[in-house]
């Protein structure tokens, strides 16, 4: 069935590095949704991308989806302690209630 | 504007006894959403509904029943536990059309033993 796949599964930088996190998906995605949870918290809803090559930045975060629509990317620029989290990506299944989440990035920041 | 509530944050069960886990959100939003999560798997889908009285299957349904009778509230039921089912529950809600941000609750951490 539909999966969506992410890594790494965990990344570790120093404060000011960038960081990337990407999602596969074995089939073309309608949208795909990201999310941030910080430790203890519950997932935050960041952006939703539909396009076809599209790219929305949010002040240091770079967000992308692939051309074919299988794949997206989301880039930290010089990152911060305030950027500690786990990010996810979702994408829909058979109709776009069912969104099938990724198992997450875990970013850890150290100042 | 509380968002969407959980009740209860914690709880732990034996194996066999059962449990309802009330979702509530204030913003009158269609669609709701009940989610686990289990270390490195992410968030897995349990049951979801787009509208009152409307109910459908996620990716992980067994052991697990709800309930949609009003709009601003969604009950997820246990009712025999197992161990399996110790996970944090999440709930969600969205606006339609979906596909839309899922805004999510703080969380029910369940244990059973």
């Known amino acids: 069935g539909q999966q969506v796949m992410q890594i790494p599964q965990y990344q570790h930088v120093q404060e000011g590095e960038d960081f990337t996190t990407y999602c596969n998906s074995s089939t073309t995605l309608s949208n795909i949704q990201w999310y941030k949870q910080r430790p203890g918290g519950h997932p935050v809803f960041l952006i939703q991308?539909?396009?076809?090559?599209e790219v929305k930045k949010q002040k240091r975060l770079t967000f992308q989806f692939g051309e074919a629509k299988k794949n997206s990317s989301l880039h930290i620029t010089a990152t911060q302690t305030t950027d500690v989290g786990t990010y996810f990506c979702a994408g829909p299944v058979d109709n776009n209630n069912d969104m099938r989440f990724g198992a997450g990035t875990r970013l850890t920041v150290k100042p | 504007n509380a968002g969407v509530t959980q009740t209860p944050k914690f709880r732990v069960l034996k194996t066999g006894q059962s449990m309802t886990l009330l979702c509530a959100q204030d913003?009158?939003?269609?669609?709701m959403y009940w989610y686990r999560q289990d270390p490195g798997m992410g968030l897995r889908l349990i049951h979801y509904s787009v509208g009152e009285g409307t109910t459908a299957k996620g990716e992980v349904p067994d052991g697990y029943n709800v309930s949609r009778l009003k709009k601003q509230n969604f009950l997820l039921g246990l009712e025999s536990a197992a161990p399996s089912q110790t996970s944090v529950y999440f709930c969600?809600?969205?606006?339609?059309?979906?596909?839309?941000?899922?805004?999510f609750g703080p969380g029910t951490r369940l244990t059973v033993l």
């Open positions: 913003m009158n939003h269609e669609y």
């Open positions: 991308l539909v396009k076809s090559g």
């Open positions: 969600a809600s969205s606006t339609r059309p979906a596909p839309s941000a899922q805004y």
